[in-house]
């Protein structure tokens, strides 16, 4: 049996974002971590989070001004009966800086906030694009990934089936694991992370031990979830709590043609945080659309199916891109209007016009009353909502509502089957999570209708029924708006509802969002949904402390083994709450990871910067990730296949590319192509491995994914990590269109018509990045590192039209002025040229306009850009520091001898190499003022030595240094101003555009001020001997400093300005004292500030791997720099002068 024993070494089996977690907090406290996960890819169920990670009191919802604390969450937390209510605690006061450590450590986006079903405030954070818990688990993945690039800290070994712990002495000292037919040893304590038991559907699996009443029904969980973690924790004396609570989701999303799927998509709680409400086979609403997850499924099975999730235009609107995605998956449906969804409900659109206009109803009471309703509301005081009142959980939150007026004519999204529940968003619903929409879309998995009235259509129902519902969902929110808790029935989470139909239940609904009127459903856009309940989490698990370490007999814990994620119970009591299990793998990831780090290293324990550790940290842009797109160790493409052929595909042919037809016939598991971006996959191979699943990929076989794959992966992810998979491109028949068989596809080329969007959307990575702005088309890749406002900014619009965005804070004449050069063509239905490749995979030289790289290497951008991409040759803080005064030194010799013709531009080369220009000046004047110390012969004959320089080409009473500083400084501030005026200034204030500006306008009437007062002002006149010549050398013999004055009898005196005598005289005053040390502090925040974009920029080149250290090094001699300045005027306010060697200088000023 292979062994490996490290000595400070952590092990975390499985690679979610619990493991993930865990690993990141021990590289950043000082240890090593091994990561095992049994799959092909990292990221677990966490990648399938759709709605957010809850945090309360963080710095997003501070800015937003939510009024939420550790105490609320608590609150709401506890609702669910948490038997170990220390760790529930602890899960919410570890929320705010555990989602803020997310965003600043990691870079992520986590600026939008909802309010999810049982939430009091609005906690649940996500980004604007993609799944939340794909961009969070994945950072934190190409993190570790990064680390282990760089150092032998960390290891990540996927395809390893963890099956036993081993322990000594009643500790876990290690565990076995099984890859590729070998068994392997790892020692170190262990941080189990391998999630639920959600997905094992065995005759002997903890599912049908503890819960053989939900064996019947599908789930959401991926098929690695069978309680590895706790068989294993259990086999070792590890104590169990809580397995019996398995929540069941009430809104798992069918697919009408495999509704019997056992693996079901979910759809986002989000879904009905921004306004969606949930149908009945008639077109009524039944319950409060933001209860418990365990209420709503109650409420399902109370009720007669089929059931619907429905969002008006605001709530799709407002969560478009879930719309889009389960659309596209097929599990959701777009109505034009209600009508059309009503005749498809096969329902009247009185119906759907009067369940809108009695929620519309109910949200414009709770308006108006919050709390007077006369139905309990959750999660407390009272509720106007009669439907959802009815059950004891009135609604209490309302949120795009729509009358039922408006019905007939609303866009709606749902669900184009009938069978069994619908959930429903109207137009503004749907515009606010527009990404699940479309993701949903595409997924077969929701529809998009048109109109409330196609929908009604659709369901088989009235127009009247939706336009009730919706009236009366409306009628409760407004009554709501106005009287918060003045409504009839009990509220969730607390007070009154106006809602009648949750209301009734218990359960009044109490915080409304889109609701539209009746009257609206009938024109109304919908995106609708079938649901289903469904296994989702397993409450239950092995129990741990608040330390994460895992307990075990006699209520002890069991030293070395830690579990954290779902593979631990105790934390969320008998029902979680939506957005906590992406928090609870955080926080007591975070938590295992740290005490496992104690463990390890006792006193050693140390702070360490991921961002150092990991050669720069992360851009927070989605990228590929050898870990979350393939095994670490076991890529998909080896040596010895490339160039294969897949599946016996011709890679011959005329050119002319498959056809959709023939795309059309590749539909089964056995037998799998799809059309990404043009071009052919076939992933028969690859099914069994993808992190989402078969039935992900097997929705879109025979079709083109490119939508749906665009929004959850990254654009590089097929080139890296399958181009075996890419057998030809899409064409008009005749084989494989030139691609050749290794899968990379020629570029294309524009011909005729311009280039097409097509060909813009394949150029989306860092390294071959296009926009499009006005109808043109851009190369940015030279300028992403360029960019005032980050390369983020950039690239969240590669391969995109950014002519929105671009217009919103840029002048329209910016890029025809400062960036001609990035103008590659326009936009057009020219189709890119196919050029063809042998067929044993070696692709033909790319010509790039003639420009070979042996034609001007020292200066071209192309090889600037590879330069700086490089590793660099000499190891890490000696190598950052031979790069940067390589690169200083050479900035400096280019403004003394200019390469090209001088040009007017904001070209932040000239802005570099002034700034590097006047950096050398600080740093010899900071020298040159610490002869203050000497006394006023070394001070004034300092002086004097530049006054003796005065040769000067324009016959000024200035030295050349002097003026050659005054050009730098010049240049220097009009470069500046004017790339301030051109790209930033449409930035706010808040935005931190402008921090450079404003600390340099302060710099500048500093300077003109320090320069009136010594260099123009007026002097007494003081006598010294100056050396024979510039200096005196001499003084150096007898190791002496006297370098600009001598001192021997008989030696030739001359008068020189006595600025030793001024400085001392301005420095008495404590203002001016004050003045000038806060002017330092200034000039220390310019020059960090400028330092992070001067160690970047191309004409620096400095390796990307030495940028964290070199900027650290600006930092420190920045510190250095600052404490020399600041140390004159305290020395010229807090001592006596010094007399001269002539005795002509008085003791005190």
């Known amino acids: 049996m292979a062994s490996n024993f490290p000595t400070n070494q952590a092990i975390v089996v499985g690679g979610g974002l619990g493991g993930m977690s865990a690993a990141n907090t021990i590289l950043e406290n000082g240890g090593r971590v091994v990561l095992l996960d049994k799959s092909s890819f990292c990221g677990g169920n966490s990648t399938k989070a759709t709605s957010g990670i809850n945090g309360a009191g963080t710095k997003t919802q501070k800015n937003k001004g939510i009024p939420d604390n550790a105490d609320i969450f608590t609150a709401d937390t506890l609702k669910g009966g948490a038997k170990k209510p220390e760790l529930a605690k602890l899960l919410c006061v570890n929320s705010a800086a555990d989602v803020d450590w997310l965003v600043e450590k990691f870079n992520l986006d986590l600026s939008l906030v909802a309010r999810l079903g049982g939430h009091s405030q609005p906690r649940t954070h996500r980004g604007a694009e993609r799944f939340p818990g794909m961009t969070i688990t994945y950072a934190l993945i190409q993190m570790v990934e990064k680390v282990a690039e760089k150092s032998d800290l960390a290891r990540i070994i996927t395809k390893a089936k963890v099956y036993k712990l081993v322990t000594e002495g009643g500790r876990c000292i290690g565990c076995v694991y099984e890859k590729g037919g070998q068994n392997f040893q790892e020692y170190g304590p262990v941080i189990l992370a391998t999630g639920g038991f959600g997905a094992d559907f065995t005759s002997n699996s903890l599912l049908a031990q503890y819960r053989p009443d939900l064996m019947h029904l599908p789930t959401t969980n991926g098929e690695h979830c069978t309680g590895d973690g706790i068989k294993m924790g259990e086999a070792i004396g590890g104590k169990t709590i809580d397995l019996e609570w398995v929540q069941i989701h009430p809104t798992g999303l069918v697919k009408p043609d495999d509704a019997d799927a056992k693996i079901k998509f979910l759809a986002a709680e989000a879904l009905r945080g921004v306004g969606g409400i949930i149908l009945d086979a008639e077109g009524n609403r039944f319950a409060n659309e933001l209860g418990r997850r365990d209420y709503v499924t109650g409420e399902m099975w109370k009720s007669k199916p089929p059931f619907r999730l429905c969002l008006n235009k605001a709530a799709a609107d407002e969560i478009i891109w879930h719309c889009k995605h389960y659309t596209g998956r097929g599990v959701m449906k777009f109505y034009s209007s209600g009508e059309e969804m009503a005749k498809e409900m096969g329902v009247s659109l009185s119906v759907l016009e009067a369940t809108h206009e009695a929620h519309y109803q109910a949200a414009k009471k709770t308006e108006k009353d919050p709390d007077g309703g006369p139905w309990p509301a959750y999660p407390s005081g009272k509720s106007w909502d009669d439907c959802s009142g009815k059950t004891g959980s009135g609604k209490k939150f309302y949120h795009n509502v729509i009358p039922g007026s408006a019905v007939k004519s609303e866009p709606f999204y749902m669900w184009k089957s009938k069978p069994p529940f619908r959930l429903c968003l109207n137009k503004a619903a749907a515009d606010e999570i527009i990404w699940h929409c479309k993701h949903y879309t595409g997924r077969g998995v929701m529809k998009f209708y048109s109109s409330g009235d196609e929908l009604a259509k659709d369901m088989g129902v009235s127009l009247s029924v939706l336009e009730a519902t919706h009236e009366a969902h409306y009628q409760a929110a407004k009554k709501t708006e106005k009287d918060p808790d003045g409504g009839p029935w009990p509220a969730y989470p607390s007070g009154k509802s106006w809602d009648d139909c949750s209301g009734k239940t218990g359960s009044g609904k109490k915080f409304y969002h889109n609701v539209i009127p009746g009257s609206a459903v009938r024109s109304e856009p919908f995106y609708v949904a079938i649901i289903t309940p469904v296994i989702h989490y397993c409450m239950g698990g092995l129990e741990i402390d608040v330390d994460s370490a895992v307990i075990g007999s006699g209520n002890k814990a069991i030293a070395g083994l830690y579990a954290a994620g779902e593979v631990a119970g105790g ?83 005329g050119g002319g590319g498959y056809t959709m037809d023939e795309v059309a016939k590749h539909t089964t598991k056995s037998d799998c192509w799809v059309v990404v971006a043009g071009q052919v996959l076939n992933v028969t191979s690859f099914l069994s491995e993808h992190p989402g699943g078969e039935l992900a990929i097997l929705t879109f076989a025979g079709k083109d994914a490119t939508e749906e794959f665009n929004m959850i992966h990254p654009p590089d992810v097929i080139g890296k990590y399958a181009p075996d998979a890419i057998i030809g491109m899409v064409g008009g028949g005749g084989g494989g269109g030139g691609a050749h068989a290794g899968g990379d596809a020629a570029n294309g080329a524009a011909v005729g018509g311009g280039i097409p969007m097509s060909e813009v959307a394949k150029h989306t990575s860092k390294s071959d990045c296009w926009v499009v702005v006005a109808g043109q088309v851009l190369n940015v890749t030279n300028f992403l590192s360029e960019h005032p406002g980050g390369e983020l900014a950039i690239l969240t619009f590669a391969g995109k039209d950014a002519t929105e965005e671009f217009n919103m804070i840029h002048p329209p004449d910016v890029i025809g002025k400062y960036a001609p050069d990035a103008i590659i063509g326009v936009v057009g239905t020219g189709a890119p040229a196919a050029a063809a490749a042998p067929v044993g995979g070696a692709a033909q030289p790319l010509l790039e306009h003639g420009d070979h790289k042996s034609k001007n290497w020292a200066k071209a951008d192309k090889n600037r850009q590879i330069r700086m991409q490089g590793e660099g040759r000499i190891p890490g803080w000696i190598g950052a520091l031979c790069y940067m005064v390589l690169g200083f030194m050479k900035e400096i010799l280019f403004t003394i001898v200019p390469q090209k013709n001088i040009t007017m531009s904001n070209d932040r080369v000239g802005l570099t190499r002034s700034a590097m220009f006047l950096f050398i000046f600080i740093i010899i004047h900071a020298v040159g003022n610490l002869h203050v110390f000497l006394g006023p012969d070394d001070f004034n004959g300092y002086g004097y030595f530049y006054v003796r320089l005065y040769w000067t080409g324009f016959g000024l009473q200035a030295n050349i240094v002097e003026e050659y500083i005054l050009l730098a400084a010049l240049l220097h501030v009009a470069v500046a101003l004017k790339r301030t005026w051109d790209i930033s200034i449409n930035y706010t204030v808040a935005s931190g555009k402008l921090n450079l500006a404003f600390s340099g306008i302060t710099l500048l009437t500093f300077m003109m001020i320090h320069l009136f007062q010594f260099r123009f002002g007026e002097t007494h006149p003081y006598k010294l001997c100056p050396p024979p010549y510039l200096l005196n050398l001499d003084t150096l013999v007898h190791l002496q400093l006297n370098l600009f004055w001598v001192g021997f009898e008989g030696c030739k005196s001359v008068e020189v300005r006595d600025i030793y005598r001024m400085e001392f005289e301005v420095f008495q005053s404590l203002g001016w004292v004050l003045f000038y040390l806060s002017s330092v502090v200034i000039f220390s925040t310019h020059m960090c500030l400028g330092w992070q974009k001067v160690v970047p920029a191309p004409s620096m080149d400095i390796p990307k791997r030495y940028h964290a250290k070199a900027i650290h090094m600006g930092y420190v001699m920045t510190f250095f720099i600052a404490l020399v300045y600041a140390s004159f005027p305290i020395y010229g306010h807090l001592f006596p002068m010094s007399s001269g060697y002539l005795g002509s200088e008085p003791a005190t000023p």
């Open 571 to 653: 934390v969320h009591g008998n029902n979680r709450l939506g957005g906590n299990s992406l928090l609870d793998c955080v926080v007591f990831g975070r938590m295992a990871g740290l005490a496992a780090a104690k463990y390890i290293l006792g006193a050693d324990l140390k702070t360490v910067d991921l961002n150092l550790i990991s050669g720069g940290g992360l851009t927070g842009a989605v990228e590929s990730s050898k870990l979350a797109g393939g095994s670490y160790e076991d890529t998909m493409n080896k040596a010895a296949g490339k160039g294969a052929v897949a599946n016996g595909a011709s890679t011959s042919g």
